[in-house]
């Protein structure tokens, strides 16, 4: 029974149960093989989480029929979202002439127009989807859907009320409003609708997983502070909830400050120790790719940094830029200027901060394999690894500093404001820099010019482990030979790489070094795995030659804010040397990546009280405090005699407790003595009332 399949199939894509839905189109490809309904099929389920099998099965239905209604709207929904418009419309175009009331297509056409601000011809096209089907929700929903997903919350808003109008039942519209009133931070109306829909339809996931999301985040505690309202877990918002606040008015009063934005819309900020939940909050289905934080304009959603080994202060300052460009532009920008400006400005706050240039990214630019800025949105949704985002993230950043260094950041601005007014991307760019033809000559040219300067001299020719190649089979002492090392290329920094990693695995901490320190000096700084710092700090440390690991460490820690390894073992360091300022240096970059870990927080302490910096010790005794160290007596009593200058009475609590966890402790019975006594008030006794009940008693 073909038709089963299908509606199997259809009923977990209406379900937003991709897994059920990709499970019953693949039964019903195995049964009907080729078959272009069922390819169909697979690509919608796949499209919200694998784009490569969505493009995959695509590919197969149109091979088995070019003329395939469904999959061309697919194609033509891929395309509105790498906002290539032109490309849209054609597809667009064959669907229509083979069916010219086809509403999905006339619905997308109308969505081409109101992401073209042209809401006249949107409504006709709209007119027309409905035309034979007056009251079919979902011509709304689809362009709702669509609106929303290029963050134009509000007017995606309007359509699924519209698409409720005609069918108050309808759910996918239901969950949909609810998803993008909780994007718009309308919290109360949002959560209602979400609970609304799931209990007249239980089957529904999204809508269940909003349902048990919100029972979840109904323990969190808010901290609402200067026009924030910042929602963690409970015990991470006492741990480092202010350092978060204190970050956000931070990066708020510099952005604001930069780009002349008055920003008085309170900003809703939530942190997830849970990535799922993360993902639900942010796209309604869990496990939807590897993000750290998304912005839909005054709501925030941040993974936090328990899920993930980054730096949440570079986080939250990338994030909140993205408030500020979408708010500028009324979220009427293009994915990859929103990320770019937010990568550029994270490495202008913090040096540390924001993506260097690897050697994957020198090669891709040298080797033509980069997008130009006419089609950048597509280098997202093309995307088929992590590494392909990365670059498009890097890419995009390239594109903001050359804008800024070419052309200023008044340019920038008023590229920014012309967005907001409407007007079109490339006419845009044309007013604002250069006709768009030409960028896309001068940037390819920039880039590449900064990636020679980057390279300098080096190639980065990854040898293919399953060629014959002489290098790529050798290991051991054999690679590492005079003769092979004399005979390899100097500038192949590969060749070069492998020939050090076999001394380092032969113990050969010296000539290991002497090769590293060689490549180093010519300037190369490489991120991530192939960073030659680390092993020279390794190999240093081999040689028990702590300077020079220190040395290496601190490169590393200078150029990668989210290295914990180096900003531990600097601190590690400085303990051991007696060095206060670099221990609270130190263990400040430590709680800048891992907040819920306790060796940063004990470094600050340390160091704190050494440098009596009370402020910063008290942060660091609370938080451990919290963190339930076995030392909590020692805890309350660092903390009350930091606060004893300036707040007696939180002083005489902590060292209360400090004598509760150990009641023979002598030192804290002497800070206690040199504490004033508690202000104790005894409440008045109300006076008697005249006119109660004889039976009636009045308690002081």
Same mark, same amino acid.
């Given at each position: 029974?073909?038709?089963?399949?299908?509606?199997?199939g259809?009923?977990g894509?209406d379900?937003h149960?991709?897994?059920?839905?990709?499970?019953?189109f693949g039964?019903?490809?195995?049964?009907?093989?080729?078959?272009?309904d069922?390819?169909?099929?697979?690509?919608?389920?796949?499209?919200?989480?694998?784009?490569?099998?969505?493009a995959?099965?695509?590919?197969?239905?149109?091979?088995?029929?070019?003329?395939?209604?469904?999959?061309?709207?697919?194609?033509?929904?891929?395309?509105?979202?790498?906002?290539?418009?032109?490309?849209?419309r054609?597809?667009?175009?064959k669907?229509?002439?083979?069916?010219?009331?086809?509403?999905g297509?006339l619905?997308?056409?109308?969505?081409?127009?109101?992401?073209?601000?042209q809401?006249?011809?949107?409504?006709a096209?709209?007119?027309?989807?409905?035309?034979?089907?007056?009251?079919?929700?979902?011509?709304?929903?689809?362009?709702?859907?669509?609106?929303?997903?290029?963050?134009?919350?509000?007017?995606?808003?309007?359509?699924q009320?519209q698409?409720?109008?005609?069918?108050?039942?309808?759910?996918?519209?239901?969950?949909?409003?609810?998803?993008?009133?909780?994007?718009?931070?309308?919290?109360?109306?949002?959560?209602?609708?979400?609970?609304?829909?799931h209990?007249d339809?239980?089957?529904?996931?999204?809508?269940?997983?909003?349902?048990?999301?919100?029972?979840?985040?109904?323990?969190?505690?808010?901290?609402?502070?200067d026009?924030?309202?910042?929602?963690?877990?409970?015990?991470?918002a006492?741990?480092?909830?202010?350092? =978060?606040?204190?970050?956000l008015?931070? &990066?708020r009063?510099?952005?604001t400050k %930069? #780009? !002349? *934005? /008055?920003?008085?819309?309170?900003?809703?900020?939530?942190?997830?120790?849970?990535?799922?939940?993360?993902?639900?909050?942010?796209?309604?289905?869990p496990?939807?790719?590897e993000?750290?934080g998304v912005?839909?304009?005054?709501?925030?959603?941040i993974?936090?940094?328990?899920?993930?080994?980054?730096?949440?202060?570079?986080?939250?300052?990338?994030?909140?830029t993205?408030?500020?460009?979408?708010?500028?532009?009324?979220?009427?920008m293009?994915?990859?200027?929103?990320?770019?400006?937010s990568?550029?400005?994270e490495h202008?706050?913090?040096?540390?901060?924001?993506?260097?240039?690897?050697?994957?990214?020198?090669?891709?630019?040298?080797?033509?394999?980069?997008?130009?800025?006419?089609?950048?949105?597509?280098?997202?949704?093309?995307?088929?690894?992590?590494?392909?985002?990365?670059? =498009?993230y890097?890419?995009?950043?390239? &594109?903001?500093q050359?804008?800024?260094? %070419? #052309? !200023? *950041? /008044?340019?920038?601005?008023?590229?920014?404001?012309?967005?907001?007014?409407g007007?079109e991307?490339?006419?845009a760019?044309?007013?604002?820099f250069?006709?768009?033809?030409?960028?896309?000559?001068?940037f390819?040219?920039?880039?590449?010019?900064?990636?020679?300067?980057?390279?300098?001299g080096?190639?980065?020719?990854?040898?293919?482990?399953?060629?014959?190649?002489?290098?790529?089979?050798?290991?051991?002492?054999a690679?590492?030979?005079?003769?092979l090392?004399?005979?390899v290329?100097?500038?192949?920094?590969?060749?070069?790489?492998?020939?050090?990693?076999?001394?380092?695995?032969?113990?050969?901490?010296?000539?290991?070094?002497?090769?590293i320190?060689?490549?180093?000096?010519?300037?190369?700084?490489?991120?991530?795995?192939?960073n030659?710092?680390?092993?020279?700090?390794d190999?240093?440390?081999?040689?028990?030659?702590?300077?020079e690991e220190?040395?290496?460490?601190?490169?590393?820690?200078?150029?990668?804010?989210?290295?914990?390894?180096?900003?531990?073992?600097?601190?590690e360091?400085?303990?051991?040397e007696?060095?206060?300022?670099?221990?609270?240096?130190w263990?400040?970059?430590?709680?800048?990546?891992?907040?819920?870990g306790v060796?940063?927080?004990?470094?600050?302490?340390?160091?704190s009280?050494?440098?009596h910096?009370?402020?910063?010790?008290?942060?660091?005794?609370l938080?451990?405090?919290?963190?339930?160290?076995p030392?909590?007596?020692s805890?309350?009593?660092?903390v009350?005699?930091?606060q004893?200058?300036?707040?007696a009475?939180?002083?005489?609590?902590?060292?209360l407790?400090?004598?509760?966890e150990?009641?023979?402790f002598?030192?804290?019975?002497?800070?206690?003595?040199?504490?004033?006594?508690?202000?104790?008030?005894?409440?008045?006794t109300?006076?008697?009332?005249?006119t109660?009940?004889?039976?009636?008693?009045?308690?002081?």
């Amino acid at each position: 029974m073909r038709d089963a399949f299908l509606d199997a199939g259809q009923l977990g894509l209406d379900k937003h149960d991709y897994r059920l839905a990709s499970k019953s189109f693949g039964d019903g490809l195995k049964a009907f093989p080729g078959d272009a309904d069922m390819l169909a099929g697979l690509a919608a389920s796949f499209r919200p989480t694998d784009r490569e099998k969505f493009a995959d099965y695509s590919k197969q239905a149109i091979a088995v029929n070019p003329r395939h209604i469904p999959t061309l709207l697919l194609l033509a929904e891929n395309l509105i979202d790498a906002e290539s418009y032109d490309e849209a419309r054609d597809e667009l175009q064959k669907i229509l002439a083979i069916n010219p009331h086809e509403q999905g297509a006339l619905a997308l056409q109308a969505v081409i127009a109101y992401l073209h601000n042209q809401p006249d011809q949107g409504d006709a096209y709209r007119t027309q989807a409905l035309s034979t089907w007056a009251k079919n929700p979902g011509v709304d929903y689809l362009i709702g859907c669509k609106l929303s997903e290029n963050y134009r919350f509000e007017l995606g808003a309007k359509f699924q009320r519209q698409a409720i109008e005609n069918d108050a039942g309808f759910t996918p519209a239901r969950v949909q409003l609810a998803q993008d009133l909780l994007r718009l931070g309308r919290e109360d109306e949002g959560w209602a609708l979400a609970a609304n829909a799931h209990k007249d339809d239980g089957y529904d996931v999204e809508a269940f997983n909003l349902v048990t999301l919100h029972d979840e985040i109904s323990h969190y505690t808010t901290i609402s502070k200067d026009n924030f309202n910042l929602c963690m877990e409970p015990t991470e918002a006492r741990v480092y909830g202010a350092r =978060a606040l204190e970050v956000l008015k931070s &990066v708020r009063a510099a952005m604001t400050k %930069k #780009y !002349g *934005l /008055d920003l008085t819309t309170p900003v809703l900020v939530e942190v997830f120790p849970n990535a799922a939940d993360f993902s639900v909050r942010t796209f309604g289905m869990p496990d939807i790719g590897e993000f750290l934080g998304v912005t839909f304009g005054p709501v925030v959603t941040i993974n936090s940094p328990t899920t993930h080994e980054s730096n949440w202060e570079d986080v939250v300052w990338h994030e909140f830029t993205h408030v500020v460009t979408l708010t500028l532009t009324h979220n009427q920008m293009p994915r990859w200027l929103s990320e770019g400006i937010s990568v550029y400005e994270e490495h202008q706050a913090k040096r540390e901060w924001g993506q260097l240039m690897s050697a994957e990214d020198c090669e891709r630019i040298l080797s033509g394999k980069m997008q130009p800025i006419s089609s950048m949105s597509a280098a997202f949704l093309q995307a088929k690894t992590m590494r392909d985002t990365q670059f =498009a993230y890097f890419e995009s950043m390239l &594109v903001v500093q050359y804008f800024n260094e %070419k #052309y !200023g *950041l /008044d340019h920038v601005k008023a590229l920014l404001q012309a967005l907001g007014r409407g007007e079109e991307m490339n006419d845009a760019l044309a007013q604002n820099f250069a006709p768009v033809a030409q960028l896309d000559e001068d940037f390819t040219k920039y880039a590449q010019e900064q990636a020679k300067n980057f390279a300098k001299g080096w190639t980065f020719h990854r040898p293919d482990q399953s060629s014959d190649d002489t290098l790529s089979n050798l290991t051991g002492a054999a690679l590492a030979s005079p003769a092979l090392v004399a005979a390899v290329d100097p500038h192949d920094f590969f060749a070069r790489m492998k020939q050090i990693s076999s001394l380092m695995d032969q113990e050969e901490w010296a000539k290991a070094r002497e090769q590293i320190k060689e490549i180093n000096a010519t300037g190369l700084y490489l991120p991530g795995e192939e960073n030659l710092y680390l092993l020279l700090a390794d190999a240093s440390a081999k040689l028990k030659d702590s300077a020079e690991e220190k040395a290496a460490l601190t490169v590393v820690a200078e150029h990668e804010g989210d290295s914990l390894p180096a900003a531990n073992r600097l601190l590690e360091i400085a303990e051991e040397e007696k060095d206060w300022p670099a221990v609270a240096r130190w263990s400040q970059a430590a709680t800048a990546i891992h907040p819920m870990g306790v060796t940063g927080w004990r470094g600050l302490l340390d160091a704190s009280e050494q440098l009596h910096d009370n402020a910063h010790g008290i942060e660091a005794g609370l938080a451990l405090l919290e963190l339930q160290q076995p030392d909590l007596a020692s805890l309350h009593y660092r903390v009350a005699k930091m606060q004893q200058p300036t707040d007696a009475t939180s002083a005489r609590r902590h060292v209360l407790q400090a004598l509760e966890e150990a009641p023979r402790f002598r030192a804290a019975y002497e800070l206690l003595s040199t504490l004033p006594p508690a202000q104790t008030t005894i409440p008045e006794t109300p006076a008697a009332d005249n006119t109660a009940p004889a039976s009636s008693t009045s308690q002081p």
